[in-house]
């Protein structure tokens, strides 16, 4: 079956660095998303990866590995702002978006 | 008005009602999707609309009834829905059915009594 795993809650400090990991299985792989959401709000788009690496994009950069299933997201800088859930979905063969259920990020002053 | 819009934001209905959502997407995509979101748990796909024709309906029970009378406009009719209906309902749109980047909705939170 498909299936995306990632931590269901963290906790970070004001002003520090967290890294929020994911990983899939996927019927084929075509790459993978990372969405913000704010409690009460729409996920919004923060990153898309198909290609192995880190692409950085401000104070969030997004990792991905093809060959161990694997991707994270970086935010550095941390912001009290920054609280919300965070979405990791994988694009499958069908070009289908398979979600995570989030991890929810608590940001502590 | 800014890309995809949900109406109502709240909705309580009873077991026995009937009731519409509505979705309007001002961004010129040719997809647009139904998920249901509940607490902890991934996203469930329930419908995609492809220029306008239904191409994905994930065995979503038939009190669950979609319409998308064109690519802006969506809807979600509901009827005799049961407790376990209660969830937040979001909409998506995406400039293909190859979901790449998905702008969603602000949700409608609806809780069935």
């Known amino acids: 079956g498909q299936n995306i795993d990632q931590p269901t809650e963290m906790t970070a400090t004001e002003g520090a660095i967290v890294q929020i990991n994911c990983t899939y299985q996927t019927s084929g792989f075509n790459g993978l998303f990372w969405y913000q959401q704010h409690a009460g709000e729409a996920p919004t788009f923060l990153s898309y990866n198909v290609l192995d690496g880190l692409e950085e994009k401000g104070r969030f950069s997004s990792f991905l590995s093809r060959s161990k299933g694997y991707s994270y997201l970086l935010l550095k800088e941390l912001q009290m702002k920054d609280s919300a859930s965070y979405l990791c979905?994988?694009?499958?063969?069908?070009?289908?978006?398979?979600w995570g259920a989030g991890t929810k990020l608590i940001i502590k002053p | 008005e800014t890309g995809v819009t949900q109406t109502p934001r709240h909705l309580v209905m009873g077991m026995t009602n009937k009731k519409s959502l509505k979705c309007e997407q001002h961004?010129?995509?040719?997809?647009m999707y139904w998920y249901k979101q509940s607490a902890k748990k991934p996203l469930e796909l329930m419908f995609v609309y492809s220029l306008e024709e239904r191409v994905e309906n994930n065995s979503v029970p038939s009190r669950f009834s979609p319409e998308c009378p064109n690519s802006s406009h969506l809807f979600l009719h509901l009827h005799t829905l049961q407790p376990e209906d209660s969830a937040l309902y979001l909409c998506?749109?995406?400039?293909?059915?190859?979901?790449?980047?998905?702008?969603f909705g602000p949700g409608t939170r609806l809780t069935v009594t």
């Open positions: 979905a994988a694009l499958d063969s069908n070009y289908q978006l398979i």
């Open positions: 998506a749109s995406s400039q293909s059915n190859e979901a790449y980047e998905q702008y």
């Open positions: 961004l010129g995509h040719n997809a």
